[in-house]
Nanobody, 125 residues
């Protein structure tokens, strides 16, 4: 059974940092791209970042470029999202997800079939 479990969320002041973790199990982790998404109240889920399985290619939404860094540790079956210089508009539930088939990076919600339950990130002003 594919499982993805997020952790590391919390309450932080604007300008602060958090590191989210996504622990995966139930599949060959190194063979799949992993994405981070977020959903704020009343808004659609959006792709924040992704990392491919093969060469570690990454992609970021313009709103987080230069502030967020995605990485993966295939030995630990874990993907991380380091979030620096956080802003109140980063407040959302953050989800990690596994691509359905392909190993390449994508920030399209429709490209992912397996999702974690999410972790809340709240940035106060």
């Amino acid at each position: 059974e594919v499982q993805l479990v997020e952790s590391g969320g919390g309450l932080v002041q604007a300008g602060g940092s958090l590191r989210l973790s996504c622990a995966a199990s139930g599949f060959t982790f190194r063979g799949y791209a992993i994405g981070w998404f977020r959903q704020a109240p009343g808004k659609e889920r959006e792709g924040v970042s992704c990392i491919s399985s093969s060469d570690g290619t990454t992609d970021y939404a313009d709103s987080v470029k230069g502030r967020f860094t995605i990485s993966r540790d295939n030995a630990k079956n874990t993907v991380y999202l380091q979030m620096n210089s956080l802003k109140p508009e980063d407040t959302a539930v953050y989800y990690c997800a596994r691509r359905s088939v392909w190993s390449s990076c994508s920030r399209d919600v429709q490209a992912y079939s397996y999702w974690g339950r999410g972790t809340q990130v709240t940035v106060s002003s």
